[in-house]
Every structure is written in C-alpha cells, then in structure tokens.
C-alpha cells in the first residue's frame, strides 16, 4: 500500500474478512436486505488497525455499500451504488 507519506512504499497489510450477517440498509429510501461483510486490516508499520465494511447483495454478491478507512490521517470514505442493477 503506498498512502501514507512520500518517503513509504509497499507497505504490508494483512487483512481478514469476518462474516457479519444480515442487515437491512437504506439507499435513496429503499430498504433493502444486505450481507454485510467485516474486513479487520492490520498495518503493523503504523502499528494501527481498521475495521471496513462492506453490505453485499445477498441475489447477486454486488456491493451495496462500503466503509473504508486506508490510513489514520483521513476519516474513513463511504460509498453507496445508487444505480439499480440491470437485468
């Protein structure tokens, strides 16, 4: 991972990913069933750790909405696809 400042490249992360069941979510007011999926990612060079998440679509595994946080600097960046999928 290169994020954190000029003079760090290629930093080593490990992650593992934690089944965190099913959830109904909200987008644009529609309620929706998702699987959210935990990631904890640990960067031991920072000595920090980061829970992201994620809610998949149970039908088809798309990614409904995330939370991601890839350094302690910034605040954690949210997404959502507002898009419906197409059949």
Known sequence: ?????????????SSRFEGAGD????ILGVRRPALRIDEVADV?????????RYWLDP????????????CPEM???????????VA
């Open 59 to 70: 039908d088809d595994g798309r990614i409904l909405r995330s939370r991601l946080q890839f």
């Open 23 to 26: 959830e109904v979510i909200e």
């Open 75 to 85: 605040p954690p960046i949210e997404m959502e696809v507002l898009k419906p999928a």
């Open 1 to 13: 991972m290169d994020l954190r400042h000029a003079n760090e490249h290629g930093l080593a992360v």
């Open 44 to 52: 031991r060079a920072w000595r920090w750790k980061t829970r992201n």
